[in-house]
């Protein structure tokens, strides 16, 4: 299943793209990352973890993201969270008057009996909250105080 | 950073030869230094794995991330050939329609170690590199039945 959330901030993309690349500023953005470690950047091919709080205790997803400044970040999670066979994305910047259109777009497949209480429109639900969160999350700190 | 690129035509259809080129166990098979392939993600558009492979009688484990686009591959190696600090590419699979023709472009991108003993002068690393490249092609023209056609080896031209 394919699930998007836009948000606009009131900054231009090389800015906006900037935070978002930048994995350190992620820990400093977004309270539930506890984690981050970078094993390997080109420029252009990127390896990571992240470690994340959740309800159940800490999660560690590892992944690769694709760098194409200042107009995407495309990302695939090698290691999905548990109960998840797969995990894409990409986070698209458009220009729109001097602000920046952000789209977070994910693919998941469920996997297992983890979510199965959810069902699939259930997880889409929580990861749309989750997304729309981490926008706002984003474009208060690019827009007023200074975290980024 | 060094750069090399080689072609080869290969008188296969496109859809085969990249297919052949992103299938990393059914790659193992038309190059025969690779003695192990591990899968660790696939999805269709990405791919993770580890491979043993041979290079001048040394067993060398690699591990590729790559990335699928139509008939392009691009991929880089997190854990990197031994003599390298760090390597990527990619395969570039073009179609000639009217022949069933497949133009492969081969790019390799790389820095070597300057401490290794096994990278040697960069200009013969490169030069073995080129060429091995090139036999990597031709094994996959022939497991594809069909002998490959040298066409140009550049070297960052």
């Known amino acids: 299943m394919i699930i998007s959330e836009t948000v606009r901030v009131a900054a231009e993309p090389p800015v906006v793209y900037g935070a978002f690349a930048d994995l350190d500023r992620w820990v400093r953005i977004l ?29 560690t997803v590892r992944g690769v993201r694709y760098h194409r400044p200042f107009r995407e970040l495309e990302l695939v999670q090698t290691t999905p969270p548990p109960g998840l066979s797969r995990m894409c994305g990409t986070w698209r910047f458009s220009d729109d008057g001097g602000s920046t259109v952000v789209t977070a777009t994910r693919e998941f497949i469920l996997a297992g009996d983890r979510h199965a209480a959810l069902g699939e429109e259930g997880f889409a639900a929580v990861l749309r909250t989750a997304l729309r969160t981490n926008l706002a999350l984003f474009r208060k700190a690019l827009e007023t105080d200074g975290t980024h | 950073m060094e750069r090399i690129e080689v072609v080869r035509r290969i008188p296969a259809p496109a859809a085969r030869v990249v297919g052949l080129l992103w299938d990393p166990v059914e790659l193992q098979r038309a190059w025969d230094p ?20 041979r290079r001048d009688g040394r067993i060398e484990s690699v591990r590729t991330i790559r990335f699928r686009r139509g008939r392009t591959i691009t991929f880089f190696t997190p854990l990197a050939p031994p003599m390298m600090a760090w390597h990527r590419g990619a395969w570039v699979v073009g179609a000639d329609t009217d022949t069933d023709l497949s133009v492969v472009t081969a790019v ?50």
């Open chain 1, 31 to 59: 309270p539930d990352v506890l984690d981050v470690e970078v094993f390997y950047f080109d420029g252009y091919n990127q390896e990571f973890s992240m470690t994340v709080e959740r309800p159940g205790g800490p999660e």
């Open chain 2, 34 to 53: 690779i003695s192990e392939v591990a899968v660790s993600y696939h999805d269709g558009r990405n791919q993770e794995f580890t491979m043993r492979v």
């Open chain 2, 108 to 157: 390799r991108e790389y820095e070597l170690r300057a401490d290794h003993p096994v990278a040697g002068e960069p200009a013969v690393f490169r030069a073995a590199f080129l060429a091995r490249l090139g036999r990597i092609l031709d094994r996959c023209a022939d497991h594809l039945g069909v002998p490959g056609t040298p066409s140009t080896q550049g070297a960052g031209e």
